[in-house]
């Protein structure tokens, strides 16, 4: 019983402490022009990056330059600069808050 008490008060403070907006603390990426690039979501042949639904083959721009969508996976994104077409990037979702903790 006690038990079970600890860790339902454990599990309420995790849930009042978690911003229900916070999407992580940054991509994984070696290219510093997408630096700040996140991916928020995917939905059929769409991709939300940046909070912009990009479809699937168009350009974006971030920071002053141009980026491709080119191919969408599971729960990541294949992206590339345009003056850079050799060196595709992945973007993935980031990991919840509730799983990495506090």
């Not at 022009?33 to 939905?43: D, E, H, P, S, V």
């Not at 971030?62 to 850079?84: G, P, Y």
Request: net charge positive; hydrophobic share 40%.
């Amino acid at each position: 019983m006690v038990s079970r008490l600890f860790a339902l008060t454990a599990l309420f403070v995790i849930l009042v402490r978690a911003d229900p907006f916070y999407y992580g603390e940054g991509m994984e990426s070696h290219n510093p022009q997408a630096q700040n690039l996140k991916l928020y979501g995917i939905l059929h042949n769409k991709a939300n990056i940046n909070g912009g639904w990009i479809a699937l083959n168009s350009n974006f721009l971030h920071q002053n330059k141009s980026f491709k969508l080119l191919q969408i996976q599971d729960s990541c994104v294949v992206i590339v600069e345009a003056q850079n077409p050799q060196s595709p990037q992945k973007l993935c979702y980031q990991k919840p808050i509730l799983m990495r903790g506090l």
